[in-house]
């Protein structure tokens, strides 16, 4: 970093509330041979400004050159850098926090934060030199020392870290105060666009931050496995409590407010305000990817997007809990049918009436189960339930691909407002269809973990809002389901050669029993066979093996087609075309097993309901008075 020239501002320019500044520095940003890191064309030209005491954030962003934007421009906070403790947050932890940190602020367009001196945003930044991304428009550094003197000396005359766009040094304010100044500078910044707050290790210094951050409501992100403040706020978070939850489709982050008083100035003090009053997100295990997917979240302002996950992330959620509920009880069922066919046929070789009442309250149970699974109707509520998370998630994907079309220099033909109204009506439509089946008969309790939700296929690095090029629908799209649909052959695979070596197993048992004249015992191989069997049809695992086995197949020629054409080929209307023909083969497949599920389990319940009309056997024992 180099300084390219020096004037002279007076405090009476930047407003009330400033004491004379010493100076504005203007500094390019390259290296020693001239070269600018990538991203930055012509060397920017940033400031560094050293203010006494300062009023109003605004009268600091504008000699900065630093105007409050519209609410465009989300800014991310890291702490902890300077902070000590922080040796969980050094070599490659940095390195890897540090690429997250530049993930989600590609993604969100967001402006850095920091001390001016932490390792995280260095790692970003060097990140960003080696590697394809762009470094952050804004890198603002915010630092206690003395007056900036020709490149902005702090206390311990060091300079800034390379690669902040702008540093405001705070004269006269010790560590903790110019950190508490961050928060209010940033929110300052993004003038109503969302701050997010990520807390690496850190220690007392840092605690002054985070304590602002909360009292302006700004949700933090706590590192939990790098140490220090962060470690400790991860440990004493209350039991059972959820920070960070969505408790509506449309959450935001609040918006700053009042500060509340302090009832005490210790360090416990502020650490219990912090845990009981704060928005924390802690984060326990080192993944970057979630990491930088969940910070990519909470800065992109896209309430239209957020509520279509949170509606797909309740009906997934709902889904899959049906779908666990209904095999379990139907793998009891089976369970206990078999049971009662041995208990009544031990009963029977053994004679007296010590089984008498297992014998007649096995086949009872049953009943009272088979009742139950069909008077709450879980297998048509996970189907309705599986179809529209679908659905919502194929307008999702949808809606994120023709949006960047439409951000295109060839696109313009329909704006994002018109996109959005379409994916309004697209979404009540499916909600409209839901509440029309048995899905409707149960309560549809929102979900409230993290967002993006897991997606089945789609990888762990999307953070569900950024539009989709050809090149991510590709990847995340179609690749990502033709994996799924593979996974689910393999799976399904197994199970099916598990249960049909058991039902083959149980028949030939039968006839080896036959063969050697132990004919009562063959009920029970019969029943276990039988089992097995009716497993594998309501599994109907051959049909399903086969039509995800015809989706991958078409959607791996989609592929192939795409990747076959040349840059040139591959324009919007092209895209649109891959598009709409990998949604056609996914809504064609889902279609086919909604009708074959659905068929499957009227027949279940048809044959179970003859089950229970049944008489209930009495045992055929020996020897019984």
């Known amino acids: 970093m180099r300084k390219a020239e020096r004037s002279e501002i007076l405090g009476g320019a930047a407003g009330a509330g400033l004491r004379k500044f010493s100076e504005v520095t203007r500094m390019t940003f390259g290296s020693d041979n001239g070269k600018t890191p990538g991203g930055r064309p012509h060397g920017d030209v940033g400031a560094v400004v050293a203010v006494d005491h300062p009023g109003d954030p605004a009268d600091v962003l504008s000699p900065l050159g630093l105007p409050p934007p519209p609410g465009n421009l989300p800014v991310l906070l890291v702490s902890g850098g300077a902070d000590e403790p922080r040796s969980g947050v050094t070599g490659q932890s940095a390195a890897a926090l540090g690429g997250a940190v530049l993930q989600a602020v590609e993604a969100s367009g967001a402006a850095l934060v920091d001390d001016a001196a932490g390792s995280v945003t260095a790692a970003a930044l060097a990140a960003a030199r080696t590697g394809e991304s762009r470094p952050p428009r804004v890198v603002l550094g915010v630092r206690a020392g003395c007056r900036a003197d020709g490149g902005g000396s702090g206390e311990d005359g060091a300079g800034p870290g390379p690669g902040r766009s702008h540093v405001l040094v705070l004269d006269g304010a010790d560590s903790r105060e110019a950190a ?7 929110t300052s910044l993004a003038a109503g666009a969302p701050v997010v707050m990520v807390l690496a290790g850190g220690g007392a210094v840092a605690r002054a931050e985070l304590l602002t951050a909360v009292r302006r409501g700004v949700p933090v992100f706590v590192l939990g496995w790098s140490g220090g403040l962060a470690g400790h706020l991860a440990e004493h978070r209350q039991p059972g409590r959820r920070t960070g939850r969505h408790r509506h489709p449309l959450h935001r982050p609040r918006r700053p407010g009042p500060p509340r008083p302090v009832p005490d100035g210790t360090a416990a003090a502020e650490t219990e305000e912090i845990v009981h009053h704060g928005d924390l997100r802690v984060l326990s295990e080192h993944d970057p990817r979630a990491l930088a997917r969940r910070l990519a979240w909470e800065l992109q302002d896209a309430p239209l997007l957020k509520a279509a996950w ?10 899959s809990r049906l779908r666990r509920a209904f095999q379990r009880l139907q793998a009891l069922i089976l369970a206990l049918g078999v049971f009662a066919t041995l208990i009544a046929l031990i009963d029977a070789e053994i004679g007296g009436r010590r089984l008498h009442w297992v014998v007649v309250a096995a086949p009872a149970v049953v009943s009272v189960l088979i009742a139950w699974s069909s008077r709450h109707a879980r297998g048509p509520r996970w189907i309705a339930l599986r179809a529209a998370a679908e659905e919502v998630k194929a307008e999702i994907y949808l809606h994120r691909t023709l949006e960047d079309a439409d951000n295109s220099p060839q696109g313009g033909g329909n704006p994002s407002g018109d996109r959005g109204r379409q994916l309004l009506r697209r ?14 008969t149960a309560p549809l309790t929102p979900y409230d973990g993290p967002l993006p939700p897991p997606v089945r296929g789609g ?12 090149a991510r629908y590709v990847e995340l799209r179609l690749k990502g389901q033709v994996a799924y649909y593979h996974s689910r052959v393999r799976h399904l695979h197994r199970v099916r050669s598990l249960l049909e070596a058991l039902a083959i197993s149980a028949g030939a048992a039968g006839t080896l029993l036959a063969s050697v004249g132990v004919d009562p015992w063959i009920g029970f191989t019969t029943g276990l066979s ?10 109907q695992a051959d049909n399903i093996i086969m039509a995800y086995n015809r989706a991958a197949g078409d959607l791996e020629v989609l592929q192939q087609g795409w990747e076959a054409r040349s840059p040139e080929e591959q324009g919007e209307g092209s895209l649109l075309a891959l598009v709409m023909k990998t949604e056609a083969v996914l809504h064609g497949e889902r279609a086919r097993w909604v009708h074959q599920m659905s068929e499957v389990l009227q027949e279940l319940r048809e044959r179970q309901e003859l089950e229970v009309k049944k008489p209930v056997p009495h045992g055929g024992s020996r020897g019984r008075p």
Not at 180 to 186: F, G, I, R, Y
Not at 427 to 440: D, K, S, Y
Not at 459 to 470: E, K, M, Q, R, V
Not at 530 to 539: D, F, M, V
């Open 180 to 186: 508490a100044w961050k928060p209010v500078v940033a």
């Open 310 to 319: 949170q509606t797909f992330a309740t009906y997934d959620y709902l889904a």
């Open 427 to 440: 979404l009540a439509a499916i909600e409209g269809r839901l509440v029309r089946t048995n899905a409707a």
């Open 459 to 470: 990888g762990n690095t999307d953070d569900g809002l950024s539009p989709l090029t050809a």
């Open 530 to 539: 039988t089992a097995a069997l009716a497993a594998l049809g309501y599994l």
